[in-house]
T-cell receptor
Framework: AQRVTQPEKLLSVFKGAPVELKCNYS??????LFWYVQYSRQRLQLLLR??SRESIKGFTADLNKGETSFHLKKPFAQEEDSAMYYC?????????????FGKGTLLTVNP | GAVVSQHPSWVICKSGTSVKIECRSL??????MFWYRQFPKQSLMLMAT?????????EQGVEKDKFLINHASLTLSTLTVTSAHPEDSSFYIC?????????????FGPGTRLTVL
């Protein structure tokens, strides 16, 4: 069975501070990991995925297979980063495989 | 970019009635669509996976006779909540997976808020 754990329900930081949203996963095979973001009153959208190794809006995430983690990081948080962040996992093999979401972390960046 | 729409965006109905929610991929063909349910301030819970031209695959605990899914074409899937009750009130979200596997992602609709009185 696949499981995604986001231990922090709420995270509050000040503008300009570093931010790290934690994500741990459990899956017996080779997973693909994603971070999705949901801004207030907007639809869920893909932020980044581990296979792309990209940085989006200053966010990065590294897959650590040893620790089964995929933490999302940003060195200097901005107020517009305030949103709900979901970590998600799916088996390798294509987008038709279902995603398993964590419970989400609500990030608030204070001025 | 790929866009997924849902209709209606919100609906209020009386207990015992049925409600149909549409999910459309506007500028791409979707081989697979997913239906999720989201409770306030909680995560998305996958209800079912819908493949064009075949029966939907429901997750454990989801009543297939209550939540009827029809994926009639490569751009349209519908979710019908039959004999709705107040406990069915929730936010229903669909996502679509493009036929073009090179895009390799799911695109989410804006959601439909259902309130059952």
């Amino acid at each position: 069975a696949q499981r995604v754990t986001q231990p922090e329900k709420l995270l509050s930081v000040f503008k300009g501070a570093p931010v790290e949203l934690k994500c741990n996963y459990s899956y017996s095979g080779s997973p693909e990991l994603f971070w999705y973001v949901q801004y207030s009153r907007q639809r869920l959208q893909l932020l980044l995925r581990h296979i792309s190794r990209e940085s989006i809006k200053g966010f990065t995430a590294d897959l650590n297979k040893g620790e089964t983690s995929f933490h999302l990081k940003k060195p200097f948080a901005q107020e517009e980063d305030s949103a709900m962040y979901y970590c998600a996992l799916r088996p390798s093999g294509g987008s038709n495989y279902k995603l398993t979401f964590g419970k989400g972390t609500l990030l608030t960046v204070n001025p | 970019g790929a866009v997924v729409s849902q209709h209606p965006s919100w609906v209020i109905c009386k207990s015992g009635t049925s409600v149909k929610i549409e999910c459309r991929s506007l500028d791409f063909q979707a081989t697979t669509m997913f239906w999720y349910r989201q409770f306030p301030k909680q995560s998305l819970m996958l209800m079912a996976t819908s493949n064009e031209g075949s029966k939907a695959t429901y997750e454990q605990g989801v009543e297939k006779d209550k939540f009827l899914i029809n994926h009639a074409s490569l751009t349209l899937s519908t979710l019908t909540v039959t004999s709705a009750h107040p406990e069915d009130s929730s936010f229903y979200i669909c996502s679509a997976s493009p036929r073009d596997i090179s895009t390799d992602t799911q695109y989410f609709g804006p959601g439909t808020r259902l309130t059952v009185l």
